[in-house]
């Protein structure tokens, strides 16, 4: 049922209604103007209309309530007299290789009325389309072709809408997806037998990895997902598990379990890099993360992770601990014609690039044949030294890494120390925290007011129901008996050698980690983050597809030797790795000291002074400076100050490169005043500016 205002200056007057009464519309409750005098138009106030769906089709609506609308109810007296406020932020992924793009942005300020939003979109630079009118604040759209998307949108009310905030570009290339049950139906519904089989009778063993998805597959086969099989195979390009390819019914397929070789180990170490960093945290090398929205969408494993959560720029210090218990060794043997013969009678066939992408696509390129199970802890110590002189900072360092090293222990135990977590709190330091296997759910406890307890905890109540896989190894798929004539390589897709598809992927992978390092510190500093930062993104997980795909390995190239396809943020043929290093700016710390010497006689001066830094693309540092610059990024150092007649001084950062320095000064008047007045002072500048800086390739 609608509902219909009759708004004036002064009061609302309330349209009745009456039951068994037709409902008459808008034109026939419309006063007359003598009736009226200077009270306005009736306004038919429509309801909210909010979404059950977050698909751009025919959502599924219900009626809510004006006042439960985001901004409010309907103002009281009248209106709305003014615009809502324009939404302060819209992002989305720059790039994807999905046909979905989720669109979110920030709330309105509506003034006290409900605030409905306007999305649009606009594709390869054409017109733009309205895509959602609603009150929701994020918006999933599907079925997107390939092609460079913009989006923007506004806020509106009953009378006025906003201006619009602009996204900036998003690059949607939906990859091909292979259907191998509709290839090979047959022989993949048996080995999905088997395979069930081989799972109902085998125990398997908890596993951070993630398993990727098969188009067509069953979901009995995506069940248990957090386990993993002796004989899984892997995609080492992108870290994921994949089916089991080997014969589980062949008799020389077994599984031994022994005491492991090396039952646990235990390490402090210094961060120097992010490099180092996964090292430390063990992301076997396949899965270093890149920073792109192909890694998120794939769901990240559990290594991904906690590298990702403790990935930062070179201004904060680091300290990883972690202690691996191994409870057992579990090591599978396998027989000469190690394959499912479905495999090697349907599929696989020598010198045939299709059959080898095929057999890829279910079985990745390695399988598993070992794995140690018990439990592992990590724990990332991060501090921001932003704040910090280079000196503070390496006392700091010092300081923290001396008492982790008194309470933590290679016995596997941690004692209790107050003096630790006074650093911990002086230094406002942040603990990072992930496990293997272990007490379920611990380390999303830890803090650093329990971190000494919850460590021994862990290490103490970690027992066989919680074991998982702490480490495994992965071995070549063997060739089948029937192929000895021929190589390896004319059975299987390569991906081994300095110029193969890994070690390409794993050059792009450190690009975008460089990238991330050099794009996510200007939000920290409250700075816009550079458009560039955005397109950047999407052409490095545009070359990255091509790596990660079998069927695109030929256009898998070197970082040295890559140049933008057609589909590009930049010009088609661009040199990326220049482009890169060109644009995609790294922050460098910058200082700039300047003194002044103001002295007035028998008069007056108005004092304006301005402390810059080398350039207006530089920043003051917020997280530093002291006195009346502390927090801004300034320090004002007065030697002598005499101001009889004049006012106080002012301190402001304007523009965002100098500090600004302000004073009246005036002399008194003789013969009772002071003659004179001076200001002498020097101000020092600390800040950051954008510098051009190559990217660094991995050899």
Not at 48 to 70: F, N
Not at 495 to 508: E, V
Request: glycine fraction near 8%; charged fraction near 20%; include cysteine.
């Amino acid at each position: 049922m609608r509902k219909i205002k009759i708004l004036s200056v002064a009061s609302v007057i309330p349209a009745i209604w009456m039951a068994g009464m037709h409902m008459a519309s808008a034109a026939e409750l419309q006063p007359s103007r003598s009736e009226l005098g200077n009270q306005a138009t009736p306004q038919i106030i429509e309801p909210c209309i909010e979404e059950l769906a977050s698909q751009d089709t025919s959502p599924t609506t219900q009626l809510i309530p004006i006042g439960d609308c985001d901004g409010g109810g309907g103002g009281g007296g009248g209106g709305p007299y003014r615009a809502p406020s324009i939404p302060a932020s819209i992002s989305y992924a720059p790039y994807t290789n999905s046909k979905s793009v989720k669109v979110s942005w920030a709330a309105s300020n509506g003034y006290g009325f409900s605030v409905r939003y306007e999305l649009y979109e606009r594709k390869n630079y054409g017109a733009w389309t309205q895509v959602y009118n609603g009150y929701s604040r994020s918006r999933t759209l599907t079925n997107r072709g390939a092609g460079k998307y913009s989006y923007r949108v506004r806020a509106a009310n009953t009378a006025y809408q906003s201006s619009y905030k602009t996204g900036g570009l998003a690059v949607v290339n939906p990859r091909q997806d292979d259907n191998l049950y509709a290839d090979y139906p047959t022989a993949m519904q048996a080995m999905d037998q088997k395979n069930l089989q081989y799972r109902a009778s085998t125990v398997g063993a908890k596993t951070v990895l993630a398993r990727a998805k098969a188009v067509g597959q069953s979901s009995a086969m995506t069940n248990n997902e957090d386990r993993f099989y002796l004989g899984d195979g892997f995609d080492l390009v992108r870290g994921t598990l994949k089916e089991t390819c080997l014969d589980v019914t062949n008799p020389g397929f077994v599984i031994t379990k022994t005491p492991p070789l090396q039952p646990s180990t235990f390490d402090i170490s210094y961060v120097n890099d992010n490099r180092q960093l996964a090292e430390l945290l063990e992301v076997s090398q396949s899965a270093q993360i890149g920073f792109t929205g192909d890694d998120f969408s794939l769901g990240l494993s559990g290594e991904k992770e906690r590298y990702v959560k403790s990935v930062t720029d070179e201004s904060h210090v680091r300290f990883v601990v972690k202690v691996n218990n191994r409870r057992e060794f579990w090591k599978l043997n396998t027989p000469t014609d190690a394959l499912y013969p479905e495999l090697v009678s349907q599929v696989l066939s020598p010198n045939d690039d299709e059959a080898k992408a095929d057999f890829r696509e279910r079985c990745g390129d390695n399988f598993i044949n070992s794995a140690n199970l018990g439990s592992a802890l990590y724990l990332v110590f991060t501090f921001d030294a932003k704040k910090y002189s280079y000196e503070e900072r390496e006392s700091a360092k010092a300081e923290l890494g001396l008492k982790i090293g008194d309470v933590f222990s290679a016995n596997g135990s941690a004692g209790s120390s107050s003096s630790l977590t006074e650093v911990l709190d002086r230094l406002e330091v942040k603990i990072n925290a992930d496990q293997v296997g272990g007490p379920v759910g611990l380390a999303a406890s830890i803090t650093p007011a329990n971190v000494m307890t919850k460590y021994n905890q862990f290490v103490q109540d970690t027992n066989p129901a919680n074991w998982a896989a702490v480490d495994y190894t992965t071995n070549l798929y063997q060739r089948p008996t029937t192929y000895n004539a021929y190589t390896h390589e004319q059975i299987f897709a390569k991906y081994t050698g300095n110029q193969g598809p890994l070690a390409q992927m794993k050059r792009w992978l450190d690009l975008s980690v460089q990238h991330k390092e050099r794009c996510d510190p200007w939000a920290e500093y409250g700075q816009t983050r550079p458009t560039q930062c955005g397109t950047s993104e999407a052409e490095i997980s545009i070359a990255m597809d091509l790596c990660r795909e079998t069927r695109e390995w030929a256009n898998c190239l070197h970082p040295f030797q890559y140049y933008t396809g057609s589909l590009t943020t930049t010009n088609p043929g661009t040199y990326l790795l220049g482009w890169l290093s060109s644009n995609v700016k790294k922050l460098n710390e910058a200082t700039k000291s300047q003194s002044y010497n103001h002295h007035v006689h028998r008069g007056s001066l108005q004092v304006n002074d301005g402390t810059c830094l080398a350039s207006s693309l530089c920043f003051t540092n917020k997280f530093r400076g002291s006195g009346p610059g502390i927090g801004k990024g300034y320090s004002v150092y007065t030697g002598y100050y005499d101001n009889p007649k004049g006012g106080g001084r002012s301190y402001t950062v304007s523009p965002k490169h100098c500090a600004r320095t302000q004073v009246y000064l005036k002399t008194g008047n003789p013969p009772f005043g002071d003659t004179t007045a001076d200001w002498n002072y020097t101000v020092e500048v600390e800040g950051l500016c954008p510098i051009t800086e190559n990217f660094l390739v991995i050899p």
